[in-house]
């Protein structure tokens, strides 16, 4: 096997086992099919991009809960811009964890 088909090998074991396990969803799915002759880089973009906002998203999520008295409602809008952002991408865990960190918010739970 030349060196192309075993990464390519190694690139579809791989995507398989995240959906296998539950962190990749249909809507990477639907990404993969957007992409085309014309943007052949189109997934690699919008997940770059994705990684951009919500390194963003993350670092104001951790910066409001170091607050002393912490704004649960602007900490879950964080984490519904996130969740969202996940959602896009098909990034399955990160979305279920969003949405159970929105839980926390509505308890106002910092722990």
Known sequence: MDVVNLL???????ITSLY??????????????LADESSPDFVDDIVTLF????????????????????DFNQVSNHAHQLKGSSSSVGANK??????????YCEEKNRD
């Open 8 to 14: 390519q090998r190694q690139y579809i074991d791989y």
């Open 51 to 70: 990684f951009q906002d919500s390194d963003k998203l993350i670092e104001n999520l951790a910066r409001a809960l170091e607050q002393h008295v912490v």
């Open 94 to 103: 990160v979305k279920n964890i969003c949405a159970m960190f929105r839980g």
């Open 20 to 33: 296998r396990e539950g962190y990749l969803d249909d809507q990477f799915t639907q990404l993969q099919k």
